[in-house]
């Protein structure tokens, strides 16, 4: 479970995030929307222990990310928009060198790696470096990554984003199953076909603060809208004091 609290967190003059707070659960799959530089990315990474904030608590399982972020670290799979890996390794190694970062090795790191790899349908390239893999790879080798330690909470930052029909089907159905097996799953998109599919909660943000928040039918019915982007433009709209 994650759950933030008046989350602040100031660049300069510029307030990124301003009051932030949601709640994301077990077992459901909560979406972070809002345009460009809303503060998404910036509440994500505060998650992710990359950022610190300035006021405000976020908590990943009862952790305090700010005060432990090792223990955050353990808790976590993060998926980060832009979705680096080590292109001299091999997508096995990429996969291999992250669960040795978390404590796994031998026949149990070994075993991780394989139904990683059966699961996400790498047998194809995951013996080869990764300089030259496609889009889609490289993003499957950094989810494969994010959940080599079997984590209890995913944080995925547009995790679609650059991929196909297929890679993107195949990455959804994946998204469900986690769910499915209890996880917490906090994404955030640009895409409202992708949030319709997947969200059992929606958080958005604009201008650094929280403007609407509930579950999909909660929204249409708030904003009197027939579709999720509708109910998207209508809070953002609402919240610029726009008609």
Known sequence: MIRVEN???????????????FE?????????????GAGKST???ILYTVLRPDAGVAQI????????????????????????IYPQLTGRENIAYFGELHGLGGPRLTGRIEELVAELEM??????????????ERVKVALARALVH?????????????????????LRALILKLKA???CVLFSSHVMQEVAALCDDIVIIDHGRVVASGTPKTLLAQF?????????VAAIGDARGLE
């Open 7 to 21: 989350l602040t967190r100031s660049f300069g003059a510029v307030r990124a995030i301003d009051g932030v707070g």
């Open 24 to 36: 994301a659960q077990d077992g459901r799959i909560t979406g972070l929307l809002g345009p460009n």
């Open 43 to 45: 509440t994500l990474r």
């Open 61 to 84: 399982d009862g952790i305090d990310v700010a005060a432990d972020p090792l223990a955050t670290r353990r808790a976590i799979g993060v998926l980060p928009h832009a979705a680096g």
């Open 123 to 136: 047998e194809g390239y995951a013996h080869r470096r990764a300089r030259g893999y496609s889009q889609g």
């Open 150 to 170: 079997a984590p209890r909470n995913l944080l995925l930052d547009e995790p679609t984003n650059g991929l196909d029909v297929m890679a993107t089907r195949a």
């Open 181 to 183: 097996a209890g996880h």
């Open 224 to 232: 009197g809208a027939a579709t999720l982007e509708d109910a998207f």
